[in-house]
């Protein structure tokens, strides 16, 4: 089993900075891919980005491509999300989310999950 939790999330002007962190715990050596999705009201979660994390190797989506950034740190166990130029559509709830299988691009890649963090983009 792994455990995520993630912290960082809040309230933002449009064009502002956010950075969300995340802590890997328990089996942390059967990890492969870290990884961000999010969920706005009433839509599907939708990937956001992933690192992985034995080899170099990152992937956005292209909605974020050029304003987010994902980077990890294996001795903290502990991946991130530097989020720029918000936008009020990149409002949602934020999740972590580890695969043990394989690269993670998509939701049904991960098998572990945060409870989630709040971004607030205000317009």
């Known amino acids: 089993q792994v455990q995520l939790v993630e912290s960082g999330g809040g309230l933002v002007q449009a064009g502002g900075s956010l950075r969300l962190s995340c802590t890997a715990s328990?089996?942390?050596?059967?990890?492969?891919?870290m990884g961000w999705l999010r969920q706005a009201p009433g839509k599907e979660r939708e990937f956001v980005a992933s690192?992985?994390?034995?080899?170099?190797?990152?992937y956005y989506a292209d909605s974020v491509k050029g304003r987010f950034t994902v980077s990890r740190d294996n001795g903290k166990n502990a991946v991130y999300l530097q989020m720029n130029s918000l936008k009020p559509e990149d409002t949602a709830v934020y999740y972590c989310?580890?695969?043990?299988?394989?690269w993670g691009i998509g939701a049904g890649d991960f098998n572990y999950w945060g409870q989630g963090t709040q971004v607030t983009v205000s317009s």
């Open positions: 989310a580890a695969s043990v299988t394989g």
């Open positions: 328990g089996r942390t050596l059967n990890l492969y891919t």
């Open positions: 690192i992985n994390w034995r080899e170099s190797g990152t």
